[in-house]
């Protein structure tokens, strides 16, 4: 028989540290839990009582036991690029929790490192290895859903003040490194790249703020949405400030639509022609007649194809004819001042894009800035842009061993992280710029 890999586990008296505890010590795989390691030693020797297992404080200890091969890390965000260091130049194999690091310079260094030692890593990336998720993605690359078109993926998993008193490092930039976008948005981000397109957004504006935790100085809602290469189009929306809609995945394909609701398939949707050929073959006579789906399709896509606004525009009144505007003049890269917004009519045109700083809800209306000014401040991450800063995930060999992650998934989480604190992402710099976004 093989033998078994011997796990030793970093912050083992925490919430995630304890979970990974009781699942090795159960046993059963081709692994052994052999020692544990946490800075709180009260919590540390209960433990090690119950588990009838040896531990120490230090976590250079952990790494030199010669009965650990591989150690997984559960400790604070921050604390994650040091220990996995540790581990690596022990010549340890590791685990990791989400997210990498906390910091873009961190998650560099890591990966930095893992590579030099030439060990294996992998991102706990648990939605990975969920039964559904694998079945998802075995339908897209079967081509079950068409072309795939769009993706959008949300998660309100609501937080009281009292969450962020838990631990001592939650809610702050400097022991947390971020909120929402960096603790619990990293699966459905995830997951998003994964599905969409096994790659990073090319693309991608967004916002995000604290809407109103008290006790925490990082962001609790943000929102974004972009462009992957292959042309998929995704929104994403997280939030610990609002509550009821626990974990969403949707993917649109030409052909079908799955819903994912709390990683579990809600609904699956086929169509009985695919779109893409059912939109180019289409010639109906009444494009506007009463509940002619086709004909609205066709009628709206149709002008959007040449570049020309949708007929609803001249109406400039709901916000459909808002969208359209803005998805023609989209085609048309410039700017565009869209019609009846606040300000409008007291002759003061509010600019199309705010500036990326200050939280939205301290921004007031302003004078429309020149089309350009507008431009640098477009919140738009290109795919040179990434490579040129080294965050693209392509220069790591960071596997996942534990759910099959790809390369990739820290970096995009940072890529994408930065992109929405900042509102935008400038070349040769992976600092998240605004700390206070
Ligand atoms: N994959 C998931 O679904 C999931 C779920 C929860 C948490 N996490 C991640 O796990 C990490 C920990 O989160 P948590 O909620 O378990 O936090 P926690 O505060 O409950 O646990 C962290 C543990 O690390 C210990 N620790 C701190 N500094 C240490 C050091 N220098 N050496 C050894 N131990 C040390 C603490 O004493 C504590 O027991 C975070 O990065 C979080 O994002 C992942």
């Given at each position: 028989?093989?033998?078994?890999?011997?796990?030793?586990?970093?912050?083992?008296?925490?919430?995630?540290?304890?979970?990974?505890?009781?699942?090795?010590?159960?046993?059963?795989?081709?692994?052994?839990?052999?020692?544990?390691?946490?800075?709180?030693?009260?919590?540390?020797?209960?433990?090690?009582?119950?588990?009838?297992?040896?531990?120490?404080?230090?976590?250079?200890?952990?790494?030199?036991?010669?009965?650990?091969?591989?150690?997984i890390v559960g400790t604070p965000h921050p604390l994650h690029a040091q220990h996995v260091g540790l581990a690596v130049e022990a010549g340890?194999?590791?685990?990791?929790?989400?997210?990498?690091?906390?910091?873009?310079?961190?998650?560099?260094?890591?990966?930095?490192?893992?590579?030099?030692?030439?060990?294996?890593?992998?991102?706990?990336?648990?939605?990975?290895?969920?039964?559904?998720?694998?079945?998802?993605?075995?339908?897209?690359?079967?081509?079950?859903?068409?072309?795939?078109?769009?993706?959008?993926?949300?998660?309100?998993?609501?937080?009281?003040?009292?969450?962020?008193?838990?631990?001592?490092?939650?809610?702050?930039?400097?022991?947390?490194?971020?909120?929402?976008?960096?603790?619990?948005?990293?699966?459905?981000?995830?997951?998003?790249?994964?599905?969409?397109?096994?790659?990073?957004?090319?693309?991608?504006?967004?916002?995000?703020?604290?809407?109103?935790?008290?006790?925490?100085?990082?962001?609790?809602h943000a929102s974004a949405t972009g462009l992957f290469p292959n042309g998929v189009h995704f929104t994403m929306n997280f939030s610990v400030?609002?509550?009821?809609?626990?974990?969403?995945?949707?993917?649109?394909?030409?052909?079908?639509?799955?819903?994912?609701?709390?990683?579990?398939?809600?609904?699956?949707?086929?169509?009985?022609?695919?779109?893409?050929?059912?939109?180019?073959?289409?010639?109906?006579?009444?494009?506007?007649?009463?509940?002619?789906?086709?004909?609205?399709?066709?009628?709206?896509?149709?002008?959007?194809?040449?570049?020309?606004?949708?007929?609803?525009?001249?109406?400039?009144?709901?916000?459909?004819?808002?969208?359209?505007?803005?998805?023609?003049?989209?085609?048309?890269?410039?700017?565009?001042?869209?019609?009846?917004?606040?300000?409008?009519?007291?002759?003061?045109?509010?600019?199309?894009?705010?500036?990326?700083?200050?939280?939205?809800?301290?921004?007031?209306?302003?004078?429309?800035?020149?089309?350009?000014?507008?431009?640098?401040?477009?919140?738009?991450?290109?795919?040179?842009?990434?490579?040129?800063?080294?965050?693209?995930?392509?220069?790591?060999?960071?596997?996942?061993?534990?759910?099959?992650?790809?390369?990739?998934?820290?970096?995009?989480?940072?890529?994408?992280?930065?992109?929405?604190?900042?509102?935008?992402?400038?070349?040769?710099?992976?600092?998240?710029?605004?700390?206070?976004?």
């Amino acid at each position: 028989m093989d033998k078994k890999v011997r796990f030793g586990v970093i912050g083992s008296a925490g919430l995630i540290g304890n979970y990974h505890a009781n699942l090795l010590r159960e046993g059963g795989g081709p692994y052994q839990l052999t020692a544990l390691c946490d800075l709180d030693e009260a919590r540390l020797h209960q433990q090690c009582q119950r588990l009838g297992l040896p531990g120490t404080t230090s976590a250079a200890e952990l790494v030199a036991r010669d009965d650990v091969d591989a150690v997984i890390v559960g400790t604070p965000h921050p604390l994650h690029a040091q220990h996995v260091g540790l581990a690596v130049e022990a010549g340890r194999d590791v685990i990791v929790e989400k997210p990498l690091a906390a910091t873009p310079g961190d998650a560099l260094k890591l990966l930095k490192a893992v590579n030099r030692r030439r060990r294996i890593a992998g991102i706990h990336y648990q939605q990975r290895a969920n039964p559904t998720v694998i079945k998802l993605k075995e339908m897209i690359r079967a081509g079950e859903l068409g072309k795939l078109l769009s993706i959008r993926v949300s998660g309100s998993y609501f937080k009281s003040d009292f969450y962020y008193t838990l631990g001592g490092w939650r809610g702050t930039w400097r022991d947390e490194g971020g909120g929402v976008l960096i603790n619990q948005a990293p699966h459905g981000i995830d997951l998003m790249c994964f599905l969409a397109a096994e790659d990073m957004p090319a693309e991608l504006s967004g916002h995000c703020a604290n809407l109103y935790h008290t006790n925490s100085q990082v962001e609790d809602h943000a929102s974004a949405t972009g462009l992957f290469p292959n042309g998929v189009h995704f929104t994403m929306n997280f939030s610990v400030a609002t509550h009821g809609d626990s974990s969403r995945v949707d993917l649109f394909g030409s052909a079908g639509a799955v819903m994912l609701q709390d990683g579990k398939f809600a609904r699956y949707i086929r169509y009985e022609q695919d779109l893409v050929d059912f939109a180019r073959s289409y010639g109906g006579p009444n494009p506007y007649g009463a509940g002619s789906a086709r004909g609205a399709r066709r009628a709206a896509s149709q002008p959007l194809r040449r570049g020309r606004p949708h007929p609803q525009e001249g109406q400039a009144a709901g916000l459909g004819g808002r969208g359209n505007v803005v998805a023609a003049d989209h085609q048309r890269h410039h700017p565009v001042e869209l019609p009846g917004q606040e300000g409008e009519a007291a002759g003061q045109p509010r600019p199309v894009r705010e500036d990326a700083g200050g939280p939205d809800r301290q921004r007031a209306p302003g004078p429309a800035p020149a089309a350009a000014e507008r431009r640098g401040h477009g919140g738009v991450l290109t795919t040179s842009d990434l490579r040129a800063s080294g965050l693209d995930g392509r220069s790591n060999n960071l596997k996942s061993q534990h759910a099959g992650a790809p390369a990739a998934g820290g970096s995009r989480f940072w890529a994408i992280r930065t992109a929405v604190c900042t509102g935008r992402f400038g070349s040769g710099s992976a600092a998240c710029r605004r700390r206070s976004c």
